[in-house]
């Protein structure tokens, strides 16, 4: 038997016990969905295959997609909320990295200095999570999602158009999963 310990959106922490390690991402997409993470966000952010940024699955670390007022999508992670930002690959003599997509934040003075990154001039951020290079791993993929039908970068696609909602054909209200996300 494995347990998890989950810290829940209020900051009591829940320990849950799991039967076997397949099940592992299973707990975390339940208890992610209700806003519950298992831990910290580590130095320069979660690192993930950009392979996987079109569907990534938020709730596996306590986060989920949100439009701002703007109109922008966001990742709203314990009450922060985190930009999408596209970075060029970089081949100089000094460095190479392949492209890369990564949700960031302006950094606060509350932010311990170990999870704060420079930028240009004095501006400092903290990073949720980068996607760069390395294999697709389904399991963090959406469950029962579609993978997008173009393969290519997520750098190198042109940012999408946010659908318009249908206009509301029913009146009768909609039931609400007990699961959906309570914020």
Known sequence: MLHIEFITDL???VTVDVESADKLLDVQRQYGRLGWTSGDIP?????????NEPDFDWTLIGARKWTNPEGEDMILHKGHAYRRRE???VDSR???????????RGAKNT?????REKADGEFEYVTLAIFRGGKRQERYAIPGGSRPAAQTSAAARPA??????????????VAVAEEETPF
């Open 11 to 13: 900051g009591a922490r």
């Open 43 to 51: 130095v320069g952010g979660y690192q993930f295959p950009l392979e």
């Open 87 to 89: 970075l060029e690959a």
């Open 94 to 104: 000094k460095m190479k990295l392949p492209a890369a997509v990564k949700y960031s």
């Open 111 to 115: 932010d311990p200095d170990h999870v």
């Open 160 to 173: 999408q158009a946010r659908p318009q909602p249908a206009p509301a054909t029913r009146s009768a209200p």
